[in-house]
């Protein structure tokens, strides 16, 4: 059973998540659950309990109140109640050793779970960068990523190299203690981070859900998580 966070739609008061994201993990073999932002984390702090792995999912920009800094220009929408309700879930889960995959703005969320913090505004605080939110189709790679051939993303991926699709203009700085960078853009933007201690605490800072069903070593990263919670055995 793999929890997967959701967004918030603000407009209509409702849960959000892309298909992609459930389906790919049932492609892999897994049973997905949604996990909706709810007022006390509690609550979902519980719930994680029953699971055997966690996908923190794609969507806006984190509050840098929650890594210690005042909001810069640049900075987009943030949800706080969401990421309470995440940083919560991310912080158990890498305690209990429970399989945890990030993607993009999970990817970040796993970072500050850590200890480590963000880029607000890729553009404003980094020279030379690439264009990392692009405009073309969400299944269509925009730019190369680099693996660290010794890493477990690389085992997972089998591949050292690959194309990625890109829709975020925040990014990981400070990488947290027991973690390291696995990928990165051509202009040196981590693209993927890892943990050396735990049986799966992953993220990445691209796009899977969209790519999976054209690209092998995207559904990689699903079968990587729901094989991670299938070897943990039952938790409950």
Known sequence: MIGITTGLEAD????????????????????????PVLDDPEVLLEALECLQGLILSGGPDL???????????????????????????????????????????????LAVAGGGDLFQDLGRQRAGV?????????????????VEPASRLA??????????????HQ????????????AWAP????????SGSHRLAL???????????REPAAMRLFEGIVEAARAGGDRT
């Open 12 to 35: 209509k008061g409702g849960s959000l998540l892309p298909r992609g994201y459930s389906d790919g993990v049932a492609q892999a073999g897994g049973n997905p659950l949604l996990l």
């Open 63 to 109: 509050d840098p109140l929650f890594y210690g800094e005042e909001p810069l220009p640049g900075l987009g929408e943030v949800q706080p109640e969401r990421d309470r309700v995440e940083l919560a879930l991310a912080r158990r889960a890498l305690a209990a050793d429970l399989p945890v995959l990030g993607i993009c703005r999970g990817c970040q969320v």
């Open 130 to 146: 690439l264009k990392h939110y692009q405009k073309a189709p969400r299944w269509y790679p925009t730019h190369a990523a680099t």
């Open 155 to 168: 085992a997972l991926l089998k591949v050292e190299g690959l194309r990625v699709n890109s829709f975020h």
């Open 171 to 182: 990014a990981v700085r400070r990488i947290p203690d027991g973690f390291a960078a696995s």
């Open 187 to 194: 202009d040196g933007v981590i693209e993927a981070l890892e």
């Open 203 to 213: 993220g990445v800072q691209w796009h899977p859900e969209n790519l999976w069903h």
